[in-house]
């Protein structure tokens, strides 16, 4: 150990530095995002770690504990995800960054340690077939809007649980995303949207302008037409996932389509997008992702067929024109 490190510092558990470490970044962090960073920790941190000193951290257990991670049964009887053996490394390596800043350590022992590899995730989305399915059944249940609403405009399900009237402007064709609703502990929070890119007015189609129209008579008919909230529960309040998960099993199942989750919708919009020939820089604004790459890279199979898609019909154009194509220019 470093004489530069302070003893009494590098020989405390794990435990009781991950408990500061949070404590101290709880007035920074969404509360989503720490309840996230707890469940993590609780779960996949401390069973494995809890029990070494920060100094007993070398680069060789945390690599050994990264394979434990990925051998690890999940409740359901598989594996842990890649994506969270990859959170899990990643709220560590932050705590141990702060260790560093702190002078607690004088370098991580992540940088020497190898992230596991993982598998390319290929996102589930519905056809435009299927969500003219769901669409015909939707507006025979309560919440069937909700999910029309879902696909038709990417929102994550959190801000359009958040959504106000007030921050919707019909004549213009457009609404602000402001806010969004998560569950911690049991209890709706209401917070800033995901990222600071998820702060964004976005255009809207005359058909989500049609909907919201047949939203706002429905609201008129149940009385709650004086509420702010788009898509409130019977008693005006927020809708819970809870509610909102089981009505859309229902809707999903009457419609025949395949058992996606909610977050389904918001991927058929970014793919329908793309079909559509929008770039990504506006898809990537239009969905509040932080950067062009990461709507790229979560997309990457539907840029691969969207792609093929242009060369097929450039190859039939071309085959087309004949000598049309290759004849010379006029003066």
């Given amino acids: 150990m470093s004489p530069s490190q302070s003893d009494a510092s590098t020989q405390m558990n794990l435990t009781e530095y991950m408990g500061e470490w949070l404590a101290a970044r709880s007035a920074e962090l969404r509360p989503a995002t720490l309840d996230t960073y707890r469940r993590l920790n609780r779960l996949h941190i401390l069973p494995h770690l809890g029990a070494l000193s920060i100094g007993e951290l070398t680069p060789l257990r ?87 609403f879902l696909w038709q405009t990417g929102l994550r399900i959190g801000e359009a649980l958040a959504l ?16 969004s609703a998560a569950e911690v502990g049991g209890r709706l929070v209401l917070g800033s949207p995901k990222t ?5 007015e976005i255009a809207l189609t005359p058909q989500t302008v049609h909907l919201l129209r047949r939203q706002r008579e429905r609201l008129a008919q149940e009385r709650l037409d004086g509420q702010d909230l788009v898509f409130p529960s019977r008693a005006g309040t927020m809708l819970s996932r809870r509610n909102v998960t089981r009505a859309w099993a229902h809707v999903r199942l009457q419609a025949g389509l395949p058992p996606y989750g909610l977050h389904a919708l918001r991927h058929t919009n970014a793919s ?18 932080e950067s062009p790459a990461l709507t790229a890279r979560v997309y990457a199979h539907v840029l691969v067929d969207t792609r093929r898609q242009a060369a097929k019909r450039l190859g039939s154009l071309l085959a087309g024109g004949g000598a049309d194509m290759t004849a010379e220019r006029p003066e």
């Fill in 196 to 200: 600071a890119a998820g702060l964004r």
């Fill in 62 to 148: 945390l690599q050994s504990w990264l394979g434990e991670l990925a051998q690890k049964n999940a409740r359901s009887g598989g594996r842990l995800s890649a994506g969270t053996v990859t959170s899990a490394m990643a709220v560590l390596r932050a705590a141990l960054g702060d260790a560093v800043r702190l002078g607690i350590l004088d370098q991580s022992p992540f940088r020497r340690v190898r992230a596991p590899k993982a598998a390319p995730r290929r996102v589930t989305s519905f056809t435009l077939a299927d969500v003219r399915r769901l669409d015909a059944v939707a507006v025979h249940h309560r919440l069937g809007l909700l999910f029309s």
């Fill in 164 to 179: 106000r009237w007030s921050d919707v402007d019909l004549g213009g064709q457009s609404l602000r995303v402001s806010r």
């Fill in 272 to 289: 329908l997008q793309l079909q559509a020939g929008v770039g990504i820089r506006e898809i990537a604004a239009h969905l509040g992702h």
